[in-house]
């Protein structure tokens, strides 16, 4: 029988951790054939709602889960660990300004870097999901120096499989005659969802919708803004879908995109379409063989190419921040 994966989840006690551990435990992150062990990580004062947590996990009585372990501490949490989902993150406060945020995230993050580096498995894969997380993966993908950069990733898989979902309503299909769609650029309002690679039914995306005022006016800022119109609606973020697509995210890293097809994940930049390199970038991916590469060769026109470089202007930004505050 197959060793049990150790998967990592920090923010274990959060709303997308209770929405993650169980689809990981039942299997839908690594496949049916692979039994998991879980390492949950929290603040100390989150320990006890991740020890309840757990006792449901337990208590699902999950064929594949063969062990639940709680740290507060990173060194220990990611001992050993082949998979890291980076969930727990510090929130924007009221009248935080963006520095303040990165500084507040790099206390987190370099440890974890460090941590990682120090004890994770020889094929750590990192996603990283708490915000600002392309930003956040950058600091804990320095502070691993003896890991492979492109083993830290950030999570845009959930922008988009809301980006399918609006155009598949858009064109009244399904989400599954939809291919090739991107997000570029950062996991932030500056994001770039782009139709214009994109094939339904074996016919281009953008000529399908053949409306470029809804593109720039709907579309877009509906996939950029999505996560506030949640808020305002659940009253609280929107954690199922999170998970759903940190879940995604990795199955497909692991287990490869499907053939004509490729998905959307931020990854460190080789310099592939003027992303300045070492930027952890949101791309066209394939995966295959465990390994993201980014799509080559797609034409980029006038109006994708302003919104990706707005998007990177920002991420560029955000780690010169990080680099001003010595955090990378
Ligand atoms: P959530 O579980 O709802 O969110 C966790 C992180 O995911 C946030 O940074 C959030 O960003 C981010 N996120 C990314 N994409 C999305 C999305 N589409 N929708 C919603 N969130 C998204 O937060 P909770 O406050 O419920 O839980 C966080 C947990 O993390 C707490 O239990 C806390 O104790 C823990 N924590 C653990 C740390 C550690 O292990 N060292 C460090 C810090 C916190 P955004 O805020 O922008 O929505």
């Given at each position: 029988?197959?060793?049990?994966?150790?998967?990592?989840?920090?923010?274990?006690?959060?709303?997308?951790?209770?929405?993650?551990?169980?689809?990981?435990?039942?299997?839908?992150?690594?496949?049916?054939?692979?039994?998991?062990?879980?390492?949950?990580?929290?603040?100390?004062?989150?320990?006890?709602?991740?020890?309840?947590?757990?006792?449901?996990?337990?208590?699902?009585?999950?064929?594949?889960?063969?062990?639940?372990?709680?740290?507060?501490?990173?060194?220990?949490?990611?001992?050993?660990?082949?998979?890291?989902?980076?969930?727990?993150?510090?929130?924007?406060?009221?009248?935080?300004?963006?520095?303040?945020?990165?500084?507040?995230?790099?206390?987190?993050?370099?440890?974890?870097?460090?941590?990682?580096?120090?004890?994770?498995?020889?094929?750590?894969?990192?996603?990283?999901?708490?915000?600002?997380?392309?930003?956040?993966?950058?600091?804990?993908?320095?502070?691993?120096?003896?890991?492979?950069?492109?083993?830290?990733?950030?999570?845009?898989?959930?922008d988009?499989?809301r980006?399918?979902?609006?155009?598949?309503?858009?064109?009244?299909?399904?989400?599954?005659?939809?291919?090739?769609?991107?997000?570029?650029?950062?996991?932030?309002?500056?994001?770039?969802?782009?139709?214009?690679?994109?094939?339904?039914?074996?016919?281009?995306?953008?000529?399908?919708?053949?409306?470029?005022?809804?593109?720039?006016?709907?579309?877009?800022?509906t996939v950029a803004k999505r996560g506030a119109a949640i808020?305002?609606?659940?009253?609280?973020?929107s954690?199922?879908?999170?998970?759903?697509?940190?879940?995604?995210?990795?199955?497909?890293?692991?287990?490869?995109?499907?053939?004509?097809?490729?998905?959307?994940?931020?990854?460190?930049?080789?310099?592939?379409?003027?992303?300045?390199?070492?930027?952890?970038?949101?791309?066209?991916?394939?995966?295959?063989?465990?390994?993201?590469?980014?799509?080559?060769?797609?034409?980029?026109?006038?109006?994708?190419?302003?919104?990706?470089?707005?998007?990177?202007?920002?991420?560029?930004?955000?780690?010169?921040?990080?680099?001003?505050?010595?955090?990378?």
């Amino acid at each position: 029988a197959q060793a049990p994966v150790n998967v990592t989840v920090t923010g274990a006690a959060g709303q997308i951790g209770y929405a993650l551990l169980f689809r990981i435990a039942s299997g839908q992150l690594l496949g049916q054939d692979t039994p998991v062990r879980l390492r949950l990580l929290e603040v100390p004062q989150a320990v006890k709602a991740a020890e309840g947590t757990a006792m449901e996990l337990d208590d699902c009585a999950f064929p594949l889960l063969k062990g639940i372990d709680i740290f507060d501490d990173p060194n220990s949490g990611f001992e050993g660990a082949n998979i890291g989902l980076l969930v727990g993150a510090r929130p924007r406060g009221p009248g935080m300004e963006r520095g303040d945020l990165l500084k507040a995230n790099g206390g987190i993050f370099k440890p974890q870097g460090a941590a990682i580096n120090a004890g994770a498995a020889d094929d750590i894969r990192v996603l990283v999901v708490g915000n600002p997380a392309n930003t956040n993966a950058l600091i804990a993908q320095a502070h691993a120096p003896d890991v492979p950069a492109e083993r830290f990733t950030a999570m845009t898989r959930l922008d988009h499989n809301r980006a399918l979902s609006q155009l598949a309503a858009k064109l009244n299909v399904s989400v599954t005659d939809i291919k090739k769609l991107t997000i570029w650029g950062n996991h932030s309002a500056t994001q770039y969802p782009d139709i214009f690679q994109s094939e339904v039914g074996g016919a281009n995306g953008a000529a399908a919708v053949d409306d470029e005022k809804w593109l720039a006016e709907e579309f877009i800022p509906t996939v950029a803004k999505r996560g506030a119109a949640i808020i305002d609606a659940r009253g609280a973020s929107s954690a199922a879908s999170a998970a759903n697509a940190a879940i995604d995210h990795v199955h497909d890293w692991v287990n490869g995109t499907p053939e004509g097809d490729w998905t959307s994940a931020g990854v460190v930049s080789d310099g592939s379409y003027g992303v300045p390199e070492g930027l952890i970038s949101s791309f066209p991916v394939t995966a295959r063989g465990g390994r993201f590469e980014i799509v080559q060769g797609l034409d980029i026109n006038a109006f994708s190419r302003s919104r990706i470089d707005a998007s990177v202007a920002e991420l560029a930004a955000e780690r010169d921040t990080v680099t001003e505050l010595g955090l990378v």
